[in-house]
């Protein structure tokens, strides 16, 4: 195609000039000043879009560390924290021959807990919903997920469970893992989770708190006192485990570096790890966390991995998925793709 310049004509020399085009009469001055202020407005918009462009957030590259053979079977569960985190883990998983299942479920935390000014901000399920309204719905939703994927390594990670929550749902009474009596009893009942994941030989990770900051802005359950009191729980549960369950730092991978890790929304190296809600994980920050977890899946891992049941599907549904599969809940997340 011949470019074309304003002011110059492409017909071919000799050939009879066309007649000058008007503008009709109904072309006021209002319309002019129409007509200059879209030119304009266009010409803001491309800008704008070349700085919005080049501002866009770093991506981090899909690392990995290869391991031959059978691919390292990964169960993820947990509340949504652990939900939107799987979504980056999912896309960084193939790289570090993994198959990882997302089975977390929103608000579904150990604690079951329940917090109203909390569950108003949800759209669906309002929490505490199934699988989650009793610590028995919750271990037989864990029990067919462990017979259907027969997973090498179960992951459990939840923000739930350092939440504020009423001491019964509808009492005005709050307490919190901060509280001596309840970290005692949340221990008790991490303990039992973490018998029940491993029920089909699979080895646990249980990962400690990473640093929230609700909305940007912070609130009550973004409380330090929280997250220290979860993260003796979690190591206490660890220890008492004979070998079964080991910590991962969650909130090392997701903090900046203090003690304890402080929340951001961009890594040092400026990569938008976190949601705007301040409480969950994006895609790239999922990504980020993927080398070591999976890293430390592996050095736990029965050798070698264990081969499914012959009742079992080579690949169960739902390997290295989106999360959550529902519209409604993945539009509510506002974070997760």
Known sequence: MTEQHPGVSDAPEGAPTPPTRRLPASFGPIARFCCAFAV????????FGIDALSAAPAQPPIRGTLHNGPPLRVLLVGDSLAGTLGVGLARAAPASNVELVNGAQIGCGVAIAWNRAWASTVEAPVPPAYPCQSAQQLSAYWASLLRRVRPDVVIYASHMDTIDQEVSPGSASMVSVA????????????T???????????????????????????????APANLAAYNQVVTAVAARSNGVA??????????????????SLTSPSDIEWRCLDGIHVSQAGGEL?????????WRVTPSPPRPPLAAAPARPPG???PWPPYVLERHAMGCPQ
């Open 319 to 321: 390997v290295n998925q």
């Open 246 to 263: 080991t910590v991962f730092d969650l909130a090392g991978a997701l903090g900046l570096p203090g003690s304890p890790p402080t929340f």
């Open 40 to 47: 304009i407005g266009a010409l803001l918009v491309t800008a």
């Open 289 to 297: 966390v993927a080398p070591a977890l999976f890293s430390l899946a």
């Open 192 to 222: 039992q989770a973490v018998a029940v994941l491993h029920q089909t030989g699979a080895a646990v990770i249980v990962t400690n708190a990473a640093p929230t900051k609700t909305n940007l802005v912070g609130s009550e359950n973004d």
């Open 179 to 190: 509280d001596p009596a309840f970290a005692a009893r949340l221990t008790e009942q991490l």
